[in-house]
């Protein structure tokens, strides 16, 4: 966009001097007048490493480099986009030695190892173990992983909201007024948060909560990074500050007096990461501290009556009585079916309709829904090939055994390594076959399994035992690669790391040509991953407690059955078709801020849209900044923000659909019982008006 495409508006935000905060709704031209003002300083000659471009998500700096190159200026090297986490890892890094000892690091000498989520997982889970032998956690319904998983939200949550571990405790225990059995709960979990941190910091271990604790509490308040600070960025832009936790954002207000402009960007009505302790009510009492306030209210990606279906949201949740006459014409179709099995079928043809008949690109649809569980997400995906249609998921998380092909590699893992005492179930031995194999189904898999495993080795038996009656039947081909497998794998594991080992089952073995006659994508996604994550675990191992590669590969094997869970995971299975409809939960779609012409609210009578997550053991709301720490959490609050949530998801999806929305239920949930949720009965007037419609025009139509 040239200066002469922008608003007067955008125009003014793109060339202000000193602080400015641009405030408004989603898709009301905020980031592109950021954008301009990155360009105008770099036209006007600028160095690109004097700026630092601040964005919520790894994902949004691409928009800006994209701004750069559309543009003709670049490229520009040294041009510093990253997000909070990102940019506290490099700082934390460069500037070790001045802060290690103050912050309570036993051997401040030693370098820091940072630790990603995966491996945290792996570390806590080494701290929980022994607790719940011990008789911890009595009674609390919760996997083992969503235990790991939470108490790493604690840690997390308290460094992101400027809390120290031990305030963070404080609050979730003096903020409980429920059964008493929980407070026990909660001394758990205090137990197991302060020896992980004893763990990393007698370790030099940096989990993400002590990454951002010393940057925020220890570096980002020193005297020399300030002056680090002020004499290499001179600009500071900011997107998304309502995405920014509180220790983000003390960081844009602690530093922004250091640079000579700073712009800041915040969306009305958004903060849609509550969960990962987004402060969007933090954001917005922020503005008073800067020269300049913008308030952006053109939109120019939804028409302005997409937002009477947030209005209608609104007035049933919070008792307003905003305008929302005519918000039923938004609604595109109603469809429903008493299964979800139904509900799917009913949609595709909609969504053929749309794309064959009325020419909608299949990116510009988006089916969204509040929680994709792994039948409903292949009910979808073979409902839209039946219909035609590509597609791509957003995940912002996932479990990688739910892969199958991960599954298959760490099976062929554990069975070349029998002394680790990992006994694959004969059915995952038979997954495995049929993955390894090209053309061997799974009835045949079974078959062999049944006569060559042995689960107490576990070892596979050499094919030459087979009766010929069942070489016949499994087919002589299929029976020669079974053997070749075996005595591959009994002859590879001694003497070679993880990754090493599955970087040479793939690529010596499964990828070539008489196993797989194709290229196996999807297989060599699931081994770049499995690669990198076995590689970071070899690498922090001495500092967890990992001594022996046996030991690396039983833990590493164990974390992904336990249920491991990786943050933006990689596309698993086949590659996904960017031209695609978008199959996305409510927050990975809001986050990637992606606009659709149609939208497809998905299960729209579920109670999850309303729902918060279950986490006994970690309240993301009590430990928030600014809200008062003696204050107990009542079911009135729990209420409050549900409904403020539900309201803020509306209003940030209307913001991003240009043509309306489709709203697809059934009336019964996987369990069976019936679904009335509260966006259904928000929307229940518009639907009905919208249904007699439908019905006139059918009757005209006739």
Not at 3 to 17: C, H, I, M, R
Not at 635 to 653: C, S
Request: charged fraction near 20%; charge should be negative; hydrophobic fraction near 45%.
């Amino acid at each position: 966009m040239n200066l002469q495409t922008l608003t007067p508006l955008q125009l003014e935000a793109a060339t202000a001097s000193g602080t400015s905060f641009l405030y408004g709704p989603a898709g009301t031209g905020k980031t592109t007048a950021l954008h301009e003002r990155l360009l105008r300083l770099l036209r006007g000659g600028e160095p690109a490493y004097t700026i630092l471009a601040l964005v919520a998500e790894p994902e949004h700096r691409d928009a800006f480099l994209e701004a750069v190159r559309a543009s003709g200026l670049g490229p520009f090297a040294e041009l510093n986009v990253t997000n909070y986490t990102q940019l506290a890892r490099r700082m934390v890094s460069l500037f070790w030695p001045l802060v290690a000892r103050d912050a309570g690091f036993a051997r401040p000498y030693q370098p820091p190892a940072f630790l990603s989520y995966d491996l945290a997982q792996v570390l806590m889970w080494r701290v929980v173990t022994p607790l719940l032998g011990q008789g911890a956690f009595a009674n609390l319904r919760l996997r083992p992983q969503q235990i790991v998983s939470q108490l790493l939200d604690t840690l997390n949550r308290a460094a992101l909201n400027a809390l120290s571990l031990e305030e963070a405790i404080s609050r979730q225990s003096r903020t409980w007024s429920g059964e008493a059995e929980r407070r026990l709960h909660l001394d758990d979990a205090a137990t197991a948060a302060r020896a992980f941190r004893r763990q990393c910091l007698e370790n030099s271990l940096l989990d993400l909560s002590l990454m951002v604790e010393v940057f925020d509490t220890q570096l980002v308040r020193h005297p020399e990074f300030h002056r680090y600070f002020r004499e290499r960025y001179r600009h500071l832009l900011v997107d998304n500050l309502e995405e920014q936790t509180p220790a983000g954002q003390n960081f844009v207000t602690g530093l922004m007096s250091e640079t000579q402009t700073t712009a800041v960007a915040a969306d009305a009505a958004a903060g849609y990461k509550r969960f990962l302790s987004a402060d969007p009510h933090g954001a917005e009492g922020l503005r008073t501290r800067f020269d300049h306030v913008y308030e952006f209210t053109e939109g120019f990606v939804a028409p302005a009556d997409m937002a009477l279906l947030g209005n209608q949201v609104e007035n049933f949740l919070g008792h307003t009585q905003l305008p929302t006459a005519g918000a039923e014409a938004r609604i595109l179709d109603v469809i429903g079916g008493r299964y979800r099995r139904e509900m799917v079928n009913n949609l595709a043809p909609a969504l053929h309709h749309l794309v064959y008949d009325q020419g909608v690109a299949p990116r510009d649809i988006a089916i969204i829904v509040p929680y994709m569980d792994g039948a409903l997400r292949y009910m979808l995906t073979q409902a839209l090939r039946e219909a035609g249609l590509p597609y791509r998921l957003l995940r912002r998380r996932t479990s990688p055994r739910e892969e199958p092909r991960v599954r298959a590699w760490l099976t062929w893992l554990a069975l070349a390594h029998p002394d680790w005492g990992i006994h694959p179930a004969p059915y995952d031995v038979a997954e495995a076959l049929t993955l390894s194999i090209d053309g061997l189904d799974p009835a045949r898999a079974q078959l062999l399994v049944d006569h060559l495993y042995r689960p107490d080795g576990p070892d596979l038996a050499p094919t030459e035992t087979l009766p010929p009656r069942i070489v016949e039947r499994a087919g002589e081909p299929s029976v020669r690669l079974v053997e070749e497998l075996r005595v591959w794998l009994a002859g590879r594991g001694y003497g070679e790391s993880v990754d090493t080992f599955l970087h040479s089952l793939f690529n010596e073995l499964l990828s070539q040509p008489h196993f797989r006659p194709e290229p196996d994508l999807a297989g060599a996604a699931v081994l770049d991953w499995l690669v990198r994550a076995a590689a970071r675990l070899r690498k922090a191992a001495p500092a967890i407690g990992l001594t022996s590669e046996a030991e690396i590969g039983a833990t590493f094997i164990d974390a992904v059955n336990q249920g491991l869970v990786t943050a933006n995971p990689p596309d698993w299975g086949e590659p996904p078709d960017p031209n695609g409809v978008v199959l996305s939960t409510i927050y990975a779609y809001l986050l990637a801020g992606e606009p659709a012409r149609v939208q497809v609210w998905l299960e729209t009578a579920a109670q999850g849209w309303w729902d918060i997550p279950r986490q006994p053991l970690s309240n993301a709301f009590v430990l928030v900044q600014s809200r008062p720490p003696e204050e107990l959490w009542t079911m009135d609050e729990d209420f409050a923000v549900r409904n403020e949530l539900l309201t803020r998801i509306i209003r940030g999806l209307t913001a991003r659909c240009r043509d309306g929305v489709i709203l697809a239920s059934s009336d019964l949930d996987r369990r069976g019982v019936r679904q009335d949720g509260p966006l259904w009965r928000a929307l229940g007037p518009l639907i009905r008006a919208k249904q007699r419609t439908l019905l006139n025009a059918d009757a005209g139509a006739d």
